[in-house]
């Protein structure tokens, strides 16, 4: 690790104006509603939010390369040929009525890294790398997380192959045509990685803290849920003589709910779409269908937390005269982070003096995946009331700068 003579590297610290005179000129590109973003995967908002990355990038002197997932790498050179890039970065893409920080944050802060080490005139052992992955969102086409699924080995590239949007366009030919399809099937190698994200939760902000050490990623079951009852018409039907699908599925969302709560703070189980067969203000309900997410950083609570969920709604259809079928979709283990990573972000933290704490995300990330294939962590920090995939979500400036710095200097240790 090569520094100017005169120049501790205690003292480098990031140019936040730039870090934030970038965040609102991406902003710029699919906003909405005054401070929100809409740049779904692949969309000519994605495209034009990729290529002002890439001009970014070229002007910082990094070399732009794109997989055959549509993910972004930007290299800087490092001294040692032998050594594997240490990358950073996050994604470009939002949800429809997004925010200006989720992901944008970790991609800008990772470029923002290099650029200061440009500034400072300091070289690096390893190369570094900006990373854009593809698809974090999962608005467009399933599902999300695409690029850094089909980078770790989770998709396959048929499986990539069959990914449509809901119109039947095939993600490859889209994201071709938008030019941001490579044609090497070979994957960037990576040494670590490190991604910098908005905490997406009130705790750093109630706590009064500046930086979120990630240590581990929750786990995700997603489950299934049929009840079928019996159609009937709700003037001539006597109560006691229903098979109300809807009113079975309204008590057991009760239900599920409570179990969630028994299982203290760290357990999530949410239901977030409920469908009914029919919608007429006068019929009863024969068929409804929901999911039941459920999630929680311990692998074996999560297991037990699952079988009460589906014990539970098989009961509580019963007592209201319905059959249910509860079948698992999504099953994700929990992601526990890389040692070495995990202790790099924690001591730059402390050096730079930055208050911080451990902590599980409760959002699944690209770095999830990233690390089943690479030494990996993440770096949170606050944004304001916890609020996210919303047109109001906000980071301070000041709270990004002291971010962007933890993650200077983490990405300095593991690069030398």
Known sequence: MNYPANRSPSTISIDAERLWSRHMEMARIGAIDGTGSCRLAMTAEDAEARELLASWCRQAGLDVHVDGAGNMFAVRPGSDPQRLPVASGSHLDTQPHGGRFDGISGVLAALEVIETLNDEGIETAAPLAVVNWTNEEGVRYAPGLLGSAWYAGLLDDEALARVKTADGTPFLQEARERGWLGDSADKFPLGAFV??????????????????????????????????????????????????????????????????????????????????????????????????????????????????????????????????????????????????????????????????????????????NVAKVAPTAMIFVPCRDGVSH????????????????????????LAR
């Open 195 to 368: 991604e910098l994200h908005i905490e997406q939760g009130p705790t750093l902000e109630r706590e009064g803290l500046q930086v979120g050490i990630v240590t581990s990623v929750q786990g995700l079951r997603w489950l299934d849920v049929e009840v079928r009852g019996t159609d009937a018409h709700a003037g001539t039907t006597p109560l006691d003589q229903r098979q109300d699908a809807l009113f079975a599925s309204a008590r057991m969302l009760v239900a599920l709910n409570e179990i969630g709560r028994r299982y203290g703070s760290a357990a999530r189980v949410s239901v977030g779409q409920l469908r009914t067969a029919t919608d007429g203000p006068s019929t009863i309900v024969g068929h409804a269908s929901f999911v039941v997410d459920i999630r929680h950083p311990d692998a074996d609570t999560l297991e037990q937390l699952t079988q009460e969920c589906v014990a539970v709604c098989g009961t509580t259809g019963k007592a209201s005269g319905c059959e249910v079928a509860v079948s698992e979709r999504i099953t994700i283990p929990p992601t526990a982070f890389h040692d070495t990573c995990i202790t790099a972000l924690e001591r730059s933290a402390e050096e730079q003096g930055y208050s911080c704490r451990r902590m599980a995300s409760g959002a699944l990330h690209d770095a999830a």
């Open 390 to 413: 919303n047109v109001k979500e906000y980071a301070s400036p000041e709270d990004l700068a002291a971010g962007t710095n933890v993650l200077l200097h983490a990405v300095l240790k």
